[in-house]
């Protein structure tokens, strides 16, 4: 198992109010996994993913990643676990905008210590995977919104993640572009990575192989994606001429 | 990780830190620039203040020098007992053959001469001199005084002991008087007596120090010629280095004592002093000096530091976001606190090396004043140094805390930011 979660909650104060935005989560991951998670607004989604990606602590409960019980660490060993085993796609890319989207891509093998000759070929390894070898010295501000999440994928892949964590990867971008992004992920999903995407979108989350369907902080379903009612949708018209042969 | 990566990669985050912290002085440059003032002043007058007293102290250290740091001098003085007793100076003045012997028991005395010195008005034909020190010498006094003949003769041990009315005169008395190329042989009024000149000896050298409105020229006479009872003289040894001067000093001491039967409950009725303890009571004074004026102009750079400490500030919420970002790849605090500590140092080192081509340039000012005659002046290694460790001292001191808050901030918190 990569991800054990058992008994979860997080709780906010904002002032006297006490908000709780995750309400007990149980949940089991397995390796190469492609699970969507789905819920209303407000439901937790994005809680659940910081959880998952060692960016926020969870006020109960346990976590164990690889194993690894990660709720009793301390900051910098936490530090250590987002580098090594998790890759996290924001909605909003979060590149950095002064740096090329090559030195976008090497920032966490500089905090995995990497040396130089290694992070370069690693770097641009990863920017190939993703499609983008030929924008590697452009700025952020200089690529396509696809692009730029692409970037951000890329990064997120370069330091080889036991899992990739994205919360809405597709939320800022055009349906095209989506496609896109999502074909990357099948593909990514195809040679081993294990893949947890938070969507709204029942065409989104009809890629994953499993759908977790959030609901006031709890899971409410956890479903294989055939069982789930996003199955029963219409499959969308496929977009014409989407390449999705993006090299390996 | 390998051993040798566990070695180099403190280094390389070290490294990677200072390449960050130029990119963001380089994309803020007016901010950098405007923030680092302090510093730049700081620096910029703590080595022009430094500069302009170790010239000081060079000037006055020439001075010395030319005067001879190896000289030591003897004289009849009364003892300060407190009680009020009357010297005669009958039993203070020094006789004639009381240094006969001096040599043999002074082994750290090189050579002496007694010197007898008065003024007089000195004058040749229509030229008169008037205020000009005549001085009463033993042949030795060359040595001691590092002054020789370029013209003419020395005295002879016949000269002293018949004291005979020669003299000796420096180039700029030869001058005054109107003497010829070669005065030797000529015959010359000191007072009402005549002297025949039979040498000239090198003026000496230029000292502003010790001159107390006399006049430069200078007239010398064997000892015995100048000698009187009333007069009495003083002695001039020259110790064989400045470094043993405190020896010879406790050696004549000890001499002088026995010369004249003191017991050993009964004071020095004498002097001696040595030049290079004055040089050493100089250096101790200009090195206080020197600190406490680097120490005050030091505080300025702690004010620059402030600035420092505020733009830190400024750019760590700035900065926010990236520091979200940089935490959630994988950046210990360890790694986020080093990049806006290094990035502080950088800044202060960056202004500590504007500040000190300004402390460069305040100094090449200083030196091309004539009238300050600081043309002396530098800024010594220790003076660098001590700035480039303070700047960046300032930096790593007003830099932790913004570097603390920077590293403490919460990953998810960060990237919230807006
Ligand atoms: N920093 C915060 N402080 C206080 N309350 C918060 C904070 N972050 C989230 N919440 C609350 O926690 C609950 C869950 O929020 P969360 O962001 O996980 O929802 P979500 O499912 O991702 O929603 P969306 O689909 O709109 O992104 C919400 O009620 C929200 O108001
Ligand atoms: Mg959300």
Redesign the interface.
């Known amino acids: 198992m990569v991800i054990r979660l058992r008994n979860i909650t997080k709780v906010y104060r904002v002032g006297a109010e006490r908000i709780a935005a995750l309400n007990g989560v149980n949940l089991d991951v397995d390796r190469n996994e492609y699970v969507a998670v789905m819920g209303a607004s407000g439901s937790g989604k994005s809680t659940l993913m910081?959880i998952l990606?060692c960016?926020?602590r969870p006020t109960g409960g346990t976590y164990e990643l690889d194993g690894r019980l990660t709720t009793s660490m301390g900051?910098?060993a936490l530090?250590?676990v987002?580098?090594?085993r998790i890759g996290?796609v924001?909605q909003s890319f979060?590149l950095?905008p002064?740096l090329t989207a090559l030195k976008n891509v090497e920032?966490?093998l500089?905090?995995?210590?990497a040396?130089?000759f290694s992070r370069r070929a690693r770097a641009k390894k990863a920017i190939e995977t993703v499609g983008l070898s030929d924008r590697m010295r452009h700025r952020p501000n200089q690529l396509s919104g696809g692009q730029r999440q692409r970037v951000a994928i890329a990064?997120a892949l370069v330091?080889r993640p036991a899992i990739l964590l994205a919360d809405e990867p597709t939320g800022n971008l055009d349906s095209r572009t989506s496609e896109e992004i999502l074909a990357l992920f099948n593909q990514l999903h195809r040679s081993g990575q294990t893949i947890i995407m938070v969507t709204h979108e029942p065409d989104v989350a009809r890629h994953a192989k499993r759908i977790i369907r959030m609901k006031d902080g709890r899971v409410h379903s956890d479903l294989p994606v055939e069982e789930d009612p996003v199955s029963e949708l219409p499959a969308p018209t496929p977009l014409a001429g989407i390449p999705l042969e993006v090299s390996a | 990780m390998n051993p040798l990566q566990l070695l180099v990669a403190p280094v390389v985050l070290i490294y990677q830190s200072v390449f960050l912290a130029l990119g963001q002085v380089w994309a803020n440059k007016v901010r950098s620039i405007l923030t680092t003032i302090g510093i730049i002043i700081g620096v910029a007058s703590v080595t022009a203040v430094i500069a302009a007293l170790t010239g000081m102290k060079q000037s006055v250290l020439t001075q010395f020098e030319s005067f001879g740091t190896n000289k030591v001098f003897i004289l009849p003085y009364p003892p300060d007992t407190g009680k009020r007793v009357v010297w005669r100076w009958a039993d203070l003045r020094f006789h004639q053959h009381d240094f006969d012997e001096m040599l043999e028991h002074c082994p750290s005395v090189a050579t002496f001469s007694r010197n007898c010195d008065y003024t007089q008005s000195i004058s040749y034909g229509t030229h008169t001199e008037s205020n000009v020190d005549i001085v009463g010498i033993d042949p030795q006094w060359h040595q001691v005084e590092n002054r020789s003949v370029i013209l003419g003769r020395p005295f002879s041990l016949i000269d002293n002991e018949h004291a005979r009315a020669v003299c000796l005169i420096n180039k700029i008395a030869q001058d005054r008087l109107g003497l010829d190329t070669d005065p030797t042989g000529e015959a010359i009024m000191v007072g009402d007596r005549r002297f025949i000149v039979v040498g000239v000896v090198e003026s000496r050298a230029e000292s502003s120090m010790f001159g107390n409105g006399r006049s430069d020229a200078e007239v010398f006479i064997p000892f015995n010629t100048a000698y009187t009872p009333d007069n009495g003289f003083v002695v001039v040894a020259a110790s064989k280095s400045p470094d043993v001067s405190d020896e010879a000093q406790a050696e004549i001491t000890f001499y002088m004592r026995h010369k004249r039967h003191l017991r050993v409950d009964q004071p020095d009725n004498f002097r001696i002093e040595v030049v290079q303890k004055f040089v050493d009571q100089f250096k101790s004074v200009a090195s206080a000096i020197t600190m406490v004026a680097g120490g005050i102009v030091g505080i300025s750079l702690l004010v620059g530091g402030v600035g420092i400490m505020n733009i830190m500030l400024v750019s760590v919420s700035e900065r926010t976001r990236e520091i979200g970002l940089r935490k959630a790849v994988g950046a210990r605090p360890s790694a986020i606190l080093l990049q806006f500590l290094i990035e502080a140092m950088v800044l202060c080192l960056l202004g500590g090396m504007a500040g000190l081509l300004g402390g460069e340039g305040i100094t090449a000012i200083l030196k091309s004043i004539p009238q300050a005659k600081l043309d002396q002046a530098s800024i010594p290694g220790w003076a660098i140094a001590l700035s480039f460790g303070f700047a960046a001292a300032v930096g790593l001191l007003f830099g932790m805390f913004p570097a603390i808050k920077a590293a403490r901030l919460d990953p998810i918190e960060a990237l919230r930011h807006e």
């Open positions: 910081n990606g960016l926020d900051a910098s530090a250590h987002r580098n090594e996290f924001f979060e950095l002064r920032l966490p500089i905090y995995a210590r040396g130089w990064r330091a």
